[in-house]
């Protein structure tokens, strides 16, 4: 394999676009190629890099290299399965899938073609850089809220696995919990045939416990979450990126200066490439831990009371 990896971009939207910027800037990578169902917007977004631009498939995956699944999110068991198909390594935008068996379909995929697949939960970057993994003892309880105004982004899934998989996966990796005891969860649809604003409760077979609150139909942007240890609290402003803290342990007062705080995305990618490339141990954040997030945010979807306000 080459050191320098000419990587491709499947969906030419705001994500699309962030990825783009994401491969342009890395020293190991070459934007090469991007493709959408409309040729005339993957054109356009190729043309802001001086790329290719495709509406075909096997023409894309021929010309790169290694692959971010950008697309829509109904679109992403689909188009990673024919790039993992094609022998491409892969970083999927969360959710890996929408459905558990077609996520354990790309995982078994990656496994069999022997490449990485990783996923594009980065907010796990910045409890890195504030040394969260690094506490001996798990917190007790957590609770989280994620909101924001509409903008008509995600409607082809619910607000769970839009928003909230974020923090699902927030919680599975640091409760790192096997099993999940049961899921309660309401939710409000004002916007799509789907959830746009949930609230679940979620307790764990170790007495451990979750309240996660997502909306993408709010007045405001809040973005936060509070851990609950024995000695204290943790209290995170995702969007402010500060933290206040009341328990024994230490933490870095001075995350947000990080570069992986300042730029999760670019670290996610910057980890994916490694692990292609074979610098480190794997990436981020890898194909079963996405499904995890994937089968949480699922089991409140499934179990929701919905109400519909139109």
Known sequence: MTSILNAGIMGAGVFGRYHASKY?????????AIYDVDLARAEELA????????DHIPSFLAAVDIVTVASP???????????????????????????IVD???????????????????????????MGLYDIPKK????????????????????????????DADLVMSIFDEPEVGSVTARSKSTKTKFADEISAEIKFKS????????????KEQLRWMTLTYESGVVHIDFVKRTFENTTEYDLNAAFAETPQAKDPLA??????????????????????????????ALKADKVATLIRSR
């Open 47 to 54: 043309a802001e890099f001086g790329v290719t631009g495709y």
């Open 24 to 32: 342009a800037e890395n020293s190991k990578t070459k934007l090469q």
């Open 267 to 296: 670290a996610n990618v910057d980890r994916f490439v490694d692990a292609v490339l074979k610098l480190n141990d794997g990436p981020a954040v890898s194909g079963p831990a996405g499904l995890r997030a994937l089968d949480l």
């Open 139 to 166: 917190p007790i309880r957590i609770v989280a809220v994620r909101q924001g105004p509409w903008s008509g982004r995600g409607a082809d899934v619910s607000v769970t696995l839009d928003l909230l998989i974020h």
């Open 103 to 129: 996520a354990k379909s790309l995982i078994m995929a990656a496994t069999r073609k022997n490449v990485v697949l990783a996923v594009g939960h980065q907010e796990r970057l910045v409890f890195e850089s």
């Open 207 to 218: 007495g451990r416990s979750a309240q996660l609150s997502a909306s993408r139909i709010a």
């Open 73 to 99: 999110a109904a679109t992403h068991f689909a188009n990673a399965s024919r790039a993992l198909a094609a022998g491409k390594s892969i970083l999927v935008e969360k959710p890996i899938a929408t459905d």
